[in-house]
């Protein structure tokens, strides 16, 4: 696409992705696009893959999105591409995001940018427990020529400390914001769903917004309402699913309901643009993932005020104060899954307690400018430093 005619005096940043498409990682980085003040930093998107119809939630005019359209698998002609692509952008900063772009540092490097800075967002699906060597290493590898990291979670900062031995003052941890504007509470218990509402008043919702995909395991979720129906025979009457996502697993989690006789007690709409109008049509919301690094969706359901109940895994337990704000059970066990649910059907009143000290939370400790604020303090600190653009352990 044509490059936007921006302001040219302010510095550029390229944010370097895997796929701009639906997801946790992407919407904070067009949130912290359209956040930062428009005047100090230019933007451009470089996709290593391509990007999806996502791309128009960035409303600034000026951000220019590129694709590189990396096959699976080696494609060194990728990187070639991206450094003639840097060569021409002249970039101030190049930010990469998680595994799957950390090589694009080297092409960084020999097109002279000054300013690096990786990001770890979260897990891979192939690395659940951040334990397997060939990751570790490829870290290590590029560790010299990251001049700045920033973690999601403190979990990813320790693990950037002790596996990858990045020093403490290299990392910044800065959790994600979420606008608590767009995302508030409902007017009563929970509004009605934006569809043909298949949950009339009385009716309890377990809701979730998630990727159907394995690290998110969805199908664990849909086990885990099997297993409450089955429990509970009378619950029939009064209970329903509601998964808002799309992905591979998608059409599997459909199967699994029919098999389970609950096709009639779920409602799996896809990919949505309404989410706040979804959150605020749950009662209560589930984060099922095997992995995860600090996310979204959990945030943007405390802020509409539900109940969260999520796997103890990865950040969610630096969101989710369990007892107070909502329940964390084992990954993969929709077993303990269905009796965390089946706390809140017993006792409505517990989870309006917790949906309301989630709310309480966010508006403390997670609010979108304070995000914003913290990237721009990132950024700002690697334009005073401009470290000299060549391969070495400087700073190690």
Same mark, same amino acid.
Do not use: C
């Given at each position: 696409m044509p490059d936007p005619v921006p302001d040219a005096a302010a510095p550029l940043i390229v944010h370097l992705v895997h796929r701009l498409e639906i997801g946790g990682m992407e919407n904070g980085l067009v949130n912290l696009i359209n956040r930062l003040p428009a005047g100090r930093y230019r933007h451009a998107v470089v996709c290593m893959t391509?990007?999806?119809?996502?791309?128009?939630? /960035?409303?600034?005019?000026?951000? *220019? +999105? !590129? =694709?590189?359209?990396?096959?699976?698998?080696?494609?060194?002609?990728?990187?070639?591409?991206?450094?003639?692509?840097?060569?021409?952008?002249?970039?101030? +900063?190049?930010h990469t995001r998680n595994l799957a772009t950390l090589e694009g540092m080297l092409a960084a490097v020999l097109a002279g940018v000054p300013g690096r800075v990786h990001g770890e967002h979260g897990r891979d699906v192939h690395d659940l427990d951040n334990t397997r060597r060939r990751y570790r290493w490829l870290r290590?590898?590029?560790?010299?020529?990251?001049?700045?990291? /920033?973690?999601?979670? *403190?979990? &990813?900062?320790? !693990? &950037?400390? @002790?596996?990858?031995?990045?020093?403490?003052r290299r990392i910044t941890r800065i !959790?994600?914001?979420?606008?608590?504007?767009?995302?508030?509470?409902?007017?009563?218990a929970r509004d009605p769903l934006p569809c043909e509402d298949p949950a009339p008043p009385g009716v309890t919702v377990i809701g979730s917004v998630v990727r159907m995909e394995a690290v998110k395991d969805p199908l664990n979720l849909v086990r885990a309402f099997l297993r409450l129906i089955e429990r509970r025979p009378q619950a029939r009457a009064h209970l329903r699913l509601v998964m808002v996502g799309d992905g591979p697993l998608l059409a599997? *989690? =459909?199967a699994l309901l029919r098999a389970g006789g609950a096709e009639d007690l779920a409602w799996l709409p896809g990919s949505r643009n309404d989410v706040p109008e979804w959150l605020r049509g749950f009662d209560v919301f #589930?984060?099922?993932?095997? =992995?995860?690094? /600090?996310?979204?969706?959990?945030?943007?359901?405390?802020?509409? *005020?539900?109940? #969260?109940?999520? @796997?103890?895994?990865?950040?969610?337990?630096?969101?989710?104060?369990?007892?107070? @704000?909502? &329940?964390?059970v084992p990954r993969a066990d929709p077993g303990a899954l269905a009796e965390a649910l089946g706390r809140y059907l017993d006792d409505p009143a517990l989870a309006r307690r917790h949906g309301a000290a989630g709310r309480r939370r966010v508006e403390a400790a997670f609010g979108l400018d304070a995000m914003v604020t913290a990237y721009q303090a990132v950024y700002d600190g690697l334009r005073r430093r401009r470290v000299p653009s060549r391969i070495s352990a400087a700073g190690d």
């Open positions: 391509d990007s999806s119809s996502f791309a128009r939630r /960035i409303v600034r005019a000026d951000v *220019a +999105i !590129y =694709a590189l359209h990396k096959r699976s698998g080696k494609d060194p002609a990728t990187y070639v591409r991206l450094w003639r692509l840097l060569r021409r952008l002249r970039p101030d +900063i190049v290590r590898a590029y560790r010299p020529l990251v001049q700045h990291y /920033i973690a999601l979670s *403190a979990e &990813l900062e320790a !693990y &950037l400390r @002790t596996a990858v031995g990045v020093p403490a !959790y994600n914001g979420v606008d608590g504007v767009r995302f508030h509470p409902p007017a009563g599997g *989690a =459909a #589930v984060l099922p993932s095997l =992995a995860e690094g /600090i996310s979204n969706t959990i945030l943007e359901a405390m802020a509409s *005020a539900r109940p #969260v109940v999520a @796997t103890r895994v990865g950040g969610n337990p630096e969101l989710v104060v369990e007892g107070e @704000t909502g &329940l964390l």
